[in-house]
């Protein structure tokens, strides 16, 4: 398997615009699980969904961001609109239930917001 | 609500040496707890998973330990070597929960040769 799939890399738009990152999670996995990456907050959870439902999306700081998962093989986290303090490291996670299996990690989207 | 500190935040050691990377979180009732990886500009890696049943894990010249009642966890590192300069991060589910993972900040190893 070629692991978690994130798309793009890098990402760099302006204020106001929406931004759209992919994810495709590792075949099988049931759990998939959005971070978000700041060197002032570390890693911390946004969304994460069971079988393509949300289940616990506390994490999601504003209105302005949304997750969704039409299918077991893709996701998307969508900001709209960006702002700078928007700007992170945004990573995808998979895994293949919870409690005895560990998560995998995608590349990562570095997102940049002007 | 579970909160995870890792000390130190940057470690530098010379080649060679054995060295503890330390990990505590606040809620003991954790279903396991997981060490990654991370090198700069990249994804996590994931390194060890310890069940809250098991003491330790090891794997390679890493062994990590598990004290639930305590609230601890150590990744210790055998006969460093440069490639194992990165920073490692703990992680856990938040305190009676499979969820999400909770991490700390890190801990930046730098291997000098």
């Known amino acids: 398997d070629a692991g978690v799939i994130q798309s793009p890399r890098h990402e760099v738009t302006e204020m106001g615009q929406e931004v759209t990152l992919r994810c495709k999670p590792i075949?099988?996995?049931?759990?998939l699980f959005w971070y978000r990456q700041t060197m002032m907050r570390g890693l911390e959870l946004l969304i994460y969904?069971?079988?393509?439902?949300?289940?616990?999306d506390s994490g999601m700081p504003e209105d302005r961001f949304s997750a969704k998962m039409p299918n077991a093989s893709f996701s998307t986290l969508k900001i709209q609109p960006s702002e700078p303090r928007d700007s992170a490291v945004y990573f995808c996670?998979?895994?293949?239930?919870?409690?005895?299996?560990?998560?995998?990690f995608g590349p990562g989207t570095r997102l940049t917001v002007t | 609500k579970q909160e995870v500190t890792q000390i130190p935040a940057a470690l530098s050691v010379p080649e060679g040496e054995n060295l503890v990377l330390n990990c505590s979180f606040t809620?003991?009732?954790?279903?396991?707890l997981q060490w990654f990886r991370q090198d700069p500009g990249k994804g996590l890696t994931s390194l060890l998973l310890?069940?809250?049943?098991?003491r330790e894990q090891t794997s390679g010249r890493l062994n990590a330990s598990l004290d639930k009642s305590s609230g601890r966890s150590t990744l210790y590192i055998a006969a460093s070597q440069p490639g194992d300069s990165a920073t490692y991060l703990c992680?856990?589910?938040?305190?009676?929960?499979?969820?999400?993972?909770?991490f700390g900040k890190g801990t930046k190893l730098s291997v000098k040769p």
């Open positions: 996670a998979s895994s293949f239930s919870l409690g005895s299996y560990e998560q995998y």
């Open positions: 075949s099988g996995h049931d759990y």
């Open positions: 969904f069971n079988n393509n439902v949300p289940i616990d």
């Open positions: 809620d003991s009732a954790i279903y396991n």
């Open positions: 310890i069940q809250s049943s098991q």
């Open positions: 992680a856990v589910p938040p305190g009676g929960s499979q969820g999400n993972l909770i």
